[in-house]
């Protein structure tokens, strides 16, 4: 099922905005002819088949017709405070409204704007929806501006953290962030989306891993409660890769976080570890899809959501074994707290297997918290709302402290102090 069966739909407020904004938008964005020809394409698309609805299968749960309401104005008056490195001596290229801010050289990491390859013909090919349900892909294609283009070198160790903050005050931003890690290198990547006031964001992450690299990839998006999100990141692993991608959600309004996996290189491995904190009246979407397409590949994949208020939250895992991908070993979970009657949490974990030696599994819980583990806290002078607190974060620090770094782990678990001191 795909968007053209919503091509009889009258166009949304939303849908209406963004296709009359185009033509303007198009004279002040970066490209040669080709790449306005994808955004063309792409805008085509959007008037032909609109946004997706609940009859799209990948966009069930996150109706994107109904929830996105109003494109908001940009506020260029108002002006961006920098925003803390989530670790100590990164290196920090920053994107804000949409605009990459040049900054110092990084040793053996080529860096190159995203304007500026639009404008050279180099991104001609890489603004392509992935699919006819990417409603992200085409969004992000139609009007993206700018962002960094890294290219890491081989065989190299990068004991310096690299992060990549996408900042903004409001209005529409749309980056990009392709990213190349050469084959035996080691590296840790944070991509930090954040801002301020009513804003419409997509950003996309195109990772490519090289034979035997190592990546620690952390993404933590920490936008305003007015601010609607739409992120993807795109991984594809080579021969004996590794990566660790940890999410971190803690705002938003309406968040969706696509995760797309091509474990495409015999022996590669993929770990996903995500912390979903949802409060008020947000929904937030992740679904990820992990193709396993060689053999011997590995991957695991845990999931912890704590959702208070009216908050609703997603989670739609599907992990796809092919059938040359002999020996896979690919397990999921998903584990939810509700801490309000109004919270609701959806899980869809699915498998497709086409091999027959394989180990992969998936499981799914939804749960409040232990009464007898609150009863055993309180009953030793630990007040009620300081037991809860105990008790959710050691649901969610099991998973963050699984990052082998001190540093690392510390710098999460202050975020989770940040967020529950906020919504506690």
Not at 19 to 36: H, M, N
Not at 131 to 136: E, F, L, Q, R
Not at 395 to 420: G, S
């Amino acid at each position: 099922m795909n968007m053209n069966i919503q091509a009889q739909l009258p166009k949304t407020a939303f849908e209406a905005a963004l296709i009359d904004g185009f033509a303007e938008q198009l004279s002040k964005l970066a490209g040669t002819d080709a790449v306005a020809a994808n955004r063309l394409a792409a805008i085509e698309a959007l008037k032909v088949s609109g946004l997706p609805t609940r009859r799209i299968e990948a966009w069930h749960y996150t109706d994107l017709r109904q929830l996105l309401r109003a494109v908001p104005a940009g506020r260029a008056d108002v002006a961006i405070a920098d925003l803390a490195p989530l670790l100590d001596d990164c290196r920090v290229l920053r994107v804000v409204n949409g605009q990459a801010i040049s900054g110092a050289e990084i040793d053996g990491i080529s860096l190159s704007p995203v304007a500026d390859l639009m404008n050279r013909g180099d991104f001609d090919n890489a603004l392509r929806p992935r699919g006819s349900d990417d409603a992200v892909g085409r969004l992000n294609a139609a009007f993206v501006s700018d962002g960094f283009a890294l290219e890491f070198a081989g065989d190299r160790v990068f004991s310096t953290p690299v992060e990549l903050q996408n900042l903004h005050s409001g209005g529409q931003v749309h980056v990009r962030f392709p990213v190349t890690i050469g084959a035996g290198s080691k590296a840790t990547i944070v991509e930090r989306q954040s801002g301020a006031g009513p804003a419409f964001v997509s950003s996309i992450a195109d990772v490519d891993i090289g034979a035997g690299a190592e990546i620690v990839w952390l993404i933590l998006q920490e936008q305003d409660s007015k601010t609607d999100h739409l992120g993807q990141i795109n991984i594809k692993l080579a021969k004996d890769a590794r990566l660790t991608l940890f999410v971190m959600n803690t705002g938003g309004k309406l968040v969706r976080q696509d995760i797309n996996v091509d474990v495409a290189g015999e022996g590669a491995d993929f770990t996903l570890r995500a912390v979903n904190l949802l409060g008020g009246d947000s929904h937030t979407d992740v679904t990820m899809v992990v193709d396993h397409r060689e053999a011997e590949t590995t991957s695991n994949q845990v999931v912890r959501n704590v959702a208070i208020d009216r908050a609703r939250g997603v989670f739609q895992g599907q992990i796809r074994v092919a059938p040359v991908a002999q020996k896979t070993d690919a397990r999921m979970a998903c584990n939810t707290l509700l801490l309000s009657d109004d919270a609701e949490f959806s899980t869809k974990p699915e498998l497709e297997i086409f091999a027959d030696d394989v180990q992969c599994g998936h499981g799914a819980t939804v749960a409040e918290i232990e009464q007898d583990q609150l009863f055993y806290l309180m009953s030793r002078g630990i007040s009620e709302k300081a037991a809860r607190g105990l008790l959710v974060k050691a649901f969610l620090a099991e998973i963050v402290e699984e990052l082998d770094d001190e540093h690392t782990v510390t710098a999460l678990e202050r975020k989770l102090d940040q967020w529950f001191e906020q919504n506690g």
